[in-house]
């Protein structure tokens, strides 16, 4: 059920945690835009549970039927040859049991890595630090059984949903980020932490690898950049649903002033140069290389 495959391109994204040069994700939703971050040079691939939610129809936070989520994670990684780690949001499921059966299915796609988050539905309480722990223990020993590393990417909302004082705030993902680490997560993802000094904090008090988001639609600023992250210590940084939303949002601007204005300016600008748009549709549409 799990290749072997499959168990080395886990093993090799593990390593690229464990590098001097950060891990620089671009979170894809469906085989188009993923095949296209493969061909841009990139070591691996995220998905965005966001982005591929709302492909589907569907608004994020859980409310895509889990079938369909594991479909199209499927789906991505049929067509890509680097290793694909999946947000598997909450871990779709009400109880240990169910997370971790969730988990499995997911895994079985074919996928090395998962994000899997401590709050439901960003509600401002979060899920127990204690009850965080065993999920994480618990899909770890499910992954162990099957044969595989899978690498466990702990996310905690804290600066998400959490009120209080930022120091406060700071103060609770690294005791969170550290109790995570233990029970087995592999790396530790803080979003909506952008400023220089928090990030710098975080990657010196937690004892894991420390992922970054750079998604200002969640109301941040952007972080540093990827040079200053990676000077700092920080791991992995990801775009998270914001490659996404841009999209979205040029088929907008573009809609609009068509039908407003019946002309085609926005249309231009995201087209030119027109040998790069076509290169880029090539490079998301080319054979499979996959043997």
Not at 12 to 25: D, P
Not at 114 to 139: G, H, M, Q, T, W
Not at 182 to 202: H, S
Request: charge should be negative; charged fraction near 25%.
């Amino acid at each position: 059920m799990i290749s072997q495959n499959q168990i080395d391109k886990a093993s090799n994204f593990l390593k690229l945690h464990k590098e001097e040069k950060i891990l620089t994700l671009l979170n894809s939703w469906d085989p188009g835009s993923s095949k296209l971050i493969e061909a841009s040079g990139f070591k691996a691939i995220g998905t965005t549970s966001m982005g591929i939610s709302a492909s589907l129809g569907y608004p994020d936070c859980q409310a895509i039927p889990f079938q369909e989520m594991v479909d199209a994670v499927k789906r991505i990684v049929e067509k890509v040859t680097l290793p694909v780690t999946a947000d598997i949001e909450g871990g779709y499921g009400k109880n240990i049991n169910e997370i971790v059966n969730s988990s499995r299915q997911i895994l079985l796609t074919g996928i090395v890595g998962i994000n899997i988050e401590d709050s439901y539905d960003l509600n401002p309480k979060l899920v127990d630090s204690i009850e965080f722990c065993e999920r994480i223990s618990a899909i770890r020993e499910m992954a162990k059984s099957l044969g595989i590393h899978l690498v466990i990417n702990a996310r905690t909302d804290v600066f998400i949903t959490s009120s209080g004082s930022e120091n406060n705030r700071l103060k609770e993902s690294i005791d969170r980020g550290n109790k995570y680490q233990e029970a087995g997560a592999d790396c530790i993802f803080i979003p909506d932490v952008w400023q220089k000094e928090k990030i710098r904090t975080l990657v010196q008090e937690i004892d894991a690898p420390i992922n970054i988001l750079s998604n200002p639609t969640n109301g941040t600023g952007f972080p540093p950049s990827i040079k200053e992250l990676e000077e700092i210590g920080v791991a992995r940084v990801s775009l998270g649903s914001s490659l996404m939303k841009s999209t979205l949002a040029s088929i907008r601007k573009i809609g609009q002033e068509v039908i407003e204005e019946g002309t085609y300016k926005r249309l231009s600008e995201h087209l030119e140069p027109i040998p790069e748009t076509l290169m880029a549709y090539k490079m998301a549409t080319e054979k499979n290389k996959k043997h």
